[in-house]
């Protein structure tokens, strides 16, 4: 089993990494201090935390934001706990300065769980727009109607403009995690989520109509590789890429390609 400082998962960009933890259990830190900024998601288990003099047990889906130097000591409990953390090495982000400082308390479980799953998955390019998106969905979020600017940017998007979350934020002279927070109060759903949704219907579209191979298909749409696209798809779909251009060929009217499957063999 790896130990708590060996992540079960993890992935770096650069000023942030995140990371899947397990720590052990009758386990803890004594007092203690880190030099960065981290973000921590209690995903199972029961644990005592004393943050500055204050002591706190979370035993459900909880968070924590603690600044860089701020004072710790750590109970793991008596069956360990399962934790995603997110470290910033600029303590100033102004990312950061509307989080819930040292302390923890309950989080949404109907958004939060599938984009921590999707920070640990993505590729690096995308790990600070999945971040920004976590951040502003810590807090409950009240509908809004969308203002023209936010409705320009879903636009562009559905037409295909290949934005990433920073991208998008400086055309409209707006903060990342401001445009990420304001877009899921407009539309019900994060600017991440949403622009992935827009690439996998653009590739499903593509496969459908048996265009291009796999690997053009994935550049096409805005994915940043094949298996990218591949879980995407899958995972909006239930079915592969492969799969989708032969369902595409079947209702045109044609077959999909005998023993497709299979590697070429070489006689001896």
Same mark, same amino acid.
């Given at each position: 089993? @790896?130990?708590?400082?060996?992540?079960?998962?993890?992935?770096?960009?650069?000023?942030?990494?995140?990371?899947?933890?397990?720590?052990?259990?009758?386990?803890?830190?004594?007092?203690?201090?880190?030099?960065?900024? /981290?973000?921590?998601?209690?995903?199972?288990?029961?644990?005592?935390?004393?943050?500055?003099?204050? $002591?706190?047990?979370?035993?459900?889906?909880?968070?924590?934001? @603690?600044?860089?130097?701020?004072?710790?000591?750590?109970?793991?409990?008596?069956?360990?706990?399962?934790?995603?953390?997110? #470290?910033?090495?600029?303590?100033?982000?102004?990312?950061? #300065?509307?989080?819930?400082? *040292?302390?923890?308390?309950?989080?949404?479980?109907?958004?939060?769980?599938?984009?921590?799953?999707?920070?640990?998955?993505?590729?690096?390019?995308?790990?600070?727009?999945?971040?920004?998106?976590?951040?502003?969905?810590? $807090?409950?979020?009240?509908?809004?109607?969308? *203002?023209?600017?936010?409705?320009?940017?879903?636009?562009?998007?559905?037409?295909?403009?290949?934005?990433?979350?920073?991208?998008?934020?400086?055309?409209?002279?707006?903060?990342?995690?401001?445009?990420?927070?304001?877009?899921? /109060?407009?539309?019900?759903?994060?600017?991440?989520?949403?622009? /992935?949704?827009?690439?996998?219907?653009?590739?499903?579209?593509?496969?459908?109509?048996?265009?291009?191979?796999?690997?053009?298909?994935?550049?096409? *749409?805005?994915?940043?590789?094949?298996?990218?696209?591949?879980?995407?798809?899958?995972?909006?779909?239930?079915?592969?890429? @492969?799969?989708?251009? /032969?369902?595409?060929?079947?209702?045109?009217?044609? $077959?999909?390609?005998?023993?497709?499957?299979?590697?070429?063999?070489?006689?001896?």
């Amino acid at each position: 089993m @790896k130990s708590a400082d060996q992540p079960l998962a993890e992935r770096c960009a650069d000023r942030t990494q995140v990371a899947l933890r397990r720590y052990p259990s009758a386990g803890g830190q004594p007092r203690h201090v880190h030099d960065h900024a /981290q973000l921590s998601f209690l995903l199972a288990g029961r644990m005592r935390e004393v943050i500055g003099g204050r $002591s706190f047990e979370p035993a459900g889906p909880a968070f924590c934001f @603690k600044p860089a130097g701020a004072e710790h000591i750590d109970d793991w409990g008596e069956r360990g706990v399962l934790i995603f953390s997110a #470290r910033f090495r600029d303590d100033g982000d102004e990312a950061l #300065r509307d989080l819930p400082c *040292a302390r923890w308390q309950p989080y949404d479980t109907r958004h939060l769980p599938a984009l921590l799953r999707r920070a640990l998955a993505c590729p690096t390019d995308d790990v600070e727009d999945v971040l920004c998106d976590i951040i502003a969905m810590v $807090s409950p979020l009240a509908a809004r109607p969308a *203002a023209p600017w936010l409705r320009r940017i879903r636009e562009a998007l559905d037409d295909g403009e290949p934005w990433r979350l920073a991208d998008a934020a400086r055309i409209a002279g707006v903060h990342r995690v401001h445009l990420s927070r304001s877009f899921a /109060q407009a539309f019900g759903t994060t600017f991440s989520n949403y622009r /992935q949704r827009t690439m996998t219907a653009r590739a499903a579209e593509a496969l459908l109509a048996g265009g291009g191979g796999l690997c053009t298909v994935a550049h096409d *749409a805005g994915f940043a590789d094949q298996s990218h696209m591949t879980r995407a798809v899958v995972a909006a779909t239930g079915a592969t890429p @492969k799969r989708l251009r /032969q369902l595409g060929l079947i209702s045109a009217g044609g $077959s999909p390609p005998a023993h497709s499957d299979r590697r070429p063999t070489t006689g001896r």
